[in-house]
């Protein structure tokens, strides 16, 4: 992410918190505390159900990695698990300087509007790692009952407006009925981000003088931008495949407007620097007879800027002399509301087709032109 990844993971964060326990893997019993919740939710208000991974942190003698397979070890016999809708009319974001730094002051508590139960629910659907896989337990519940106010104002103007979800915020309520703790996380309210440029995808020229660029509003949060490049590949069947890479060279600039100043993101992520990560993502393979483009998407993410400070942390070392970085009180983990914006469906023009498929970078690929 750019004040802009999502390449956060639950993985990382639950195996540093191994980590500060102990420096290998066998774990001495140090006292009696209940075990806290480990929470790893990324809720988007445009998505229709909304899930919360909740286990949690454990002590006992024994090696850790092998404890960590086992579903009790992991996951709390039973939880009441609420997400709060609150608004807090007097704490508000009240503005940006020059060098980017909101500046005000969040209410995490604020008056209640409304809650919904997440229901505890089973799937198969983690990839094997770590941790206990099978069954994976997770917390949902769905946008019909969890009515976030936000998704009114999910819009995209294409010209500057102000930030629209200043005041809401959203809280994760966690109670364990066998202890009475309550662990409880909060997130402001994101506003989606508000892309002025371009109004929708078309047919992308990578070799020309000015090149297609992204613009977006600095609404103040931490933003994660992505392409994605899909393409057919044919071996003795035909597979829809995609890759994906991070926009890079993004600037922040200044805007004029009558009433006030904007901020605003620029990149010009559609140069032939694209097919450089094309030859970077794809790997040869003797088998492939050929591959052929479909088209690119992007998307933009905005996130709480205490996103960004767990990612930066962990970008590093997963061991930060014991010093969790996590929003939750009475407990580990990340709870944030993100927002996710972008244009889908951009083509190719014959030049750049030409050079996809001949070109210095990706001719060995196999691309065809047609």
Same mark, same amino acid.
């Given at each position: ?34 075990? %806290? ?9 445009? +998505? ?30 039973? %939880? ?9 009319? +007097? ?5 940006? +300087? @020059? ?6 002051? !969040? ?8 809650? @919904? ?42 010209? !500057? ?59 103040? !949060? ?80 905005? @996130?709480?800027?205490?996103?960004? +400070? ?25 709870? @944030? ?34």
């Amino acid at each position: 992410m750019h004040k802009t990844g999502r390449n956060i993971t639950l993985g990382v964060f639950l195996f540093s918190i191994l980590q500060i326990l102990s420096c290998d893997t066998e774990l001495d019993l140090i006292d009696q505390t209940p075990d %806290l919740p480990v929470v790893w939710g990324f809720i988007d208000a445009g +998505d229709s159900v909304y899930q919360v991974r909740i286990q949690k942190s454990f002590c006992g003698k024994g090696n850790a990695l092998e404890m960590a397979k086992v579903y009790d070890s992991i996951y709390f016999d039973s %939880l009441n698990v609420y997400m709060e809708l609150r608004f807090a009319p +007097d704490k508000h974001l009240v503005g940006a +300087d @020059a060098a980017g730094n909101w500046y005000g002051e !969040w209410d995490m508590a604020g008056d209640l509007i409304h809650r @919904a139960r997440l229901v505890p629910t089973l799937t198969e659907r983690k990839e094997a790692g770590i941790f206990n896989n099978s069954p994976y337990g997770i917390f949902q519940t769905t946008s019909d009952s969890f009515k976030i106010r936000g998704k009114v104002f999910l819009t995209d103007p294409g010209y !500057w407006i102000l930030p629209q979800g200043q005041g809401f915020i959203v809280r994760l309520c966690i109670e364990d009925p066998k202890t009475g703790q309550t662990t409880v996380a909060a997130t402001p309210f994101v506003d989606l981000p508000n892309i002025v440029l371009p109004r929708k995808a078309f047919t992308l020229n990578l070799y020309d003088e000015e090149p297609a660029r992204v613009i977006w509003q600095d609404h103040g !949060w931490f933003y994660d931008t992505q392409v994605q490049f899909y393409y057919y590949e044919f071996t003795d069947h035909t597979e829809l495949k995609s890759i994906k890479w991070r926009i890079t060279g993004i600037n922040r600039n200044q805007v004029q407007d009558i009433s006030q100043d904007f901020y605003c993101y620029s990149a010009t992520p559609f140069q032939e620097s694209l097919l450089g990560h094309v030859r970077a993502e794809i790997q040869e393979d003797t088998n492939v007879v050929w591959r052929k483009f479909s088209h690119i998407n992007y998307f933009i993410t905005a @996130a709480p800027g205490f996103v960004q +400070d767990y990612q930066e942390t962990y970008a590093i070392s997963a061991d930060h002399s014991g010093q969790a970085i996590t929003n939750v009180t009475n407990g580990y983990g990340l709870f @944030a509301i993100v927002a996710t914006n972008g244009r889908q469906g951009f083509g190719l023009d014959p030049k750049s087709m030409d050079s996809l498929s001949n070109g210095r970078f990706t001719k060995h690929l196999k691309f065809v032109k047609w």
